[in-house]
């Protein structure tokens, strides 16, 4: 597993180092999450660039309330 070298403020790393918090397995964790957040801030922009399948407006409030009609909700 490679190293990777990692800078905070001095003040930062004193709070850390007194609450005996794993620095390595956060600082992991904050990469997967920044990268999920990446991945899927792609998706949406693909997805919004996409054409419109459709030019039909959709009443999604009427047809919520359909639906809650027909289930007795």
């Given at each position: ?11 930062l ?6 609450t ?44 919520m ?9």
């Open positions: 597993m490679p190293k990777v070298n990692i800078y905070v403020p001095d003040v790393y004193d709070e850390i180092r007194r005996d918090l794993p620095i390595s397995s956060i600082a992991q964790q904050a990469f997967r999450d920044a990268l999920s957040a990446r991945a899927n801030a792609d998706w949406v922009a693909a997805a919004r660039s996409r054409p419109a399948r459709t030019t039909q407006r959709v009443d999604t409030v009427a047809l309330d359909e639906v809650r009609d027909e289930f007795g909700a």
